[in-house]
């Protein structure tokens, strides 16, 4: 069974700040990686993913994620925080194997501080 | 549209009685998800539909839920019967087939179904 684990329900940054959100995953085989944004009321947006190739993968708004294979992790990065992000985030895994069903974390809210 | 299309996008429903949600896909998208977000919660896969395959439905939470897609397009989910715990925001995502852009899904903006 394939999963995925966003170890922090909240992540607080200063505006300016680099951020981190974490994720981990669990698959048979090789894996499909995304990261969503939800904004309040809203659905999800995507915001990058990780097929094959380079590990630093690049998306909208300024966020990239590294692929660490050994690690089966796929955190989501920033440079410097804006409060335009504060949202709820979701690390996604898909085996690329065959099963089709795409696995989200429980979210993580990044609240990012004026 | 250009996005995937829910309607209802709120539902306020009393106990016991059935609803149905709707779900448009994006255009020549072949593959079609349920999920549902509770409120706190992350998103539970509900069913999967692929082309004329035969529907994932393994994430169906009881017998009072079920699916269709006609001519590989439009969605419905039905709720019988329903329970306050059925309260949640039930989003609809679409996958193209292809190459390349075929491994991302993207999502409607959800229809809010509160049951009293």
């Known amino acids: 069974a394939q999963s995925v684990a966003q170890p922090e329900d909240q992540v607080n940054v200063a505006e300016g700040n680099p951020l981190t959100v974490k994720c981990t995953y669990s698959v048979s085989g090789n894996p499909y990686l995304f990261w969503y944004v939800q904004y309040p009321n809203r659905g999800l947006q995507f915001l990058l993913k990780y097929i094959t190739g380079d590990n630093l993968v690049k998306g909208s708004y300024g966020f990239e994620a590294e692929f660490n294979k050994s690690q089966t992790s796929f955190h989501l990065k920033k440079p410097s925080a804006l409060v335009s992000d504060s949202a709820l985030y979701f690390c996604a895994v898909r085996d690329v194997g065959g099963y089709q069903k795409v696995t989200f974390g429980i979210g993580t809210k990044l609240q990012v501080i004026p | 549209g250009a996005g995937v299309s829910q309607s209802p996008s709120n539902k306020v429903t009393e106990k016991g009685k059935d609803v149905e949600l709707r779900c448009d896909p994006i255009s020549g998208h072949t593959a079609l998800y349920w999920y549902r977000q509770s409120l706190g919660q992350g998103l539970e896969f509900l069913i999967y539909?692929?082309?004329?395959?035969?529907?994932?439905k393994s994430g169906l939470p009881s017998d009072r839920f079920s699916a269709e897609r006609t001519g590989g397009s439009v969605s419905t989910l039905t709720i019988q019967r329903t329970q306050q715990e059925d309260s949640a925001v039930y989003l609809c995502a679409s996958r193209s087939s292809g190459t390349g852009d075929g491994n991302t899904i993207y999502f409607g903006e959800g229809s809010w179904l509160t049951v009293v």
């Open positions: 539909f692929q082309g004329n395959s035969a529907p994932d």
